[in-house]
């Protein structure tokens, strides 16, 4: 049996594969960059290894993750704006005499991943913005006086 050119074996032992077939792969997710590797084998005739070894090896592509923000609107922003000017217009000593406090929200069960992925060959740095995180909350809070440099502990 004879084989073409293009088709030599890899390292592996495998047939590599022929440039229609990277083409192919390379003009399919051009088209779609978040499709499932699953959805390309499919669609396109091959096996999901093939083209998974399509994107990785021939193409160089590789798949990103979107990553999460906290989505801000205007008002948020402004909000955060006044909070500023207003520290700004009290003198020194005033902070010395401060009760501060914090809080935190812990997520326990966080919402799984979406498995979101685009394949790219450089990063597309994708942000999504979320409104609010889901899942059972705990809030964790502190307080603290300030006086004259002096931390001391309320709750």
Not at 5 to 30: C, H, I, M, N, Y
Not at 91 to 120: I, Q, R
């Amino acid at each position: 049996m004879t084989r073409a050119p293009s088709r030599q074996k890899g390292a592996e032992g495998r047939l590599s594969p022929t440039t229609e077939e990277v083409k192919k792969v390379e003009d399919f997710f051009k088209e779609r960059p978040q499709a499932h590797v699953r959805l390309a084998a499919e669609h396109l005739g091959m096996s999901f290894g093939k083209v998974w070894r399509i994107l990785r090896k021939n193409l160089k592509w590789r798949p990103y993750r979107p990553r999460l923000v906290t989505a801000l609107s205007p008002a948020n922003k402004l909000a955060r704006m006044d909070s500023c000017e207003f520290w700004l217009t009290h003198d020194e000593e005033w902070f010395e005499c401060v009760l501060w406090s914090d809080e935190k929200w812990f997520v326990l069960h966080p919402s799984p991943n979406k498995n979101t992925v685009c394949w790219s060959p450089e990063n597309p740095n994708n942000l999504v913005p979320c409104k609010k995180a889901q899942g059972q909350k705990v809030e964790r809070s502190s307080c603290s006086w300030s006086y004259r440099n002096n931390l001391f502990p309320v709750c």
